[in-house]
């Protein structure tokens, strides 16, 4: 019998990386350089509906309003592993 593979954990570590060469550009520590009040904060991340590594996900690879998508660009590893290093930092208020 065949399995489907299966997900491997998050990396936080190469998440901080990809942040690093992808996203950084508008959301360095957090913050928004486009729409301020849209950061990577908790408190916005909650407000938003977005503090979750699964909805953060979601908006890493279909982008929405001015955030571009990332789906043709990173694998979905990666997303997740940006996504769960995002809310690892926000959850530490971005030290």
């Given amino acids: 019998m065949i ?3 299966t997900a491997f954990a998050a990396n936080t570590t190469n998440g901080a990386k990809i942040f690093a ?3 950084a550009g508008c959301h360095i520590n957090g913050g ?3 729409r301020r009040g849209k ?3 908790m408190r ?3 407000k938003y509906g977005m503090d979750s590594v699964d909805a ?3 908006i890493v690879a279909n982008g929405k309003n001015n955030m571009s998508a990332y789906k043709e660009r990173l694998t979905e590893q990666e997303i997740q592993d940006v996504a769960a ?3 690892q930092q926000a959850q530490q208020n971005w030290r």
């Fill in 3 to 5: 399995f489907p593979p």
């Fill in 21 to 23: 060469a992808n996203c």
């Fill in 32 to 34: 928004n350089i486009i």
């Fill in 39 to 41: 950061n990577l904060k």
């Fill in 44 to 46: 916005a991340l909650k």
């Fill in 56 to 58: 953060i996900a979601s």
């Fill in 85 to 87: 290093y995002t809310l």
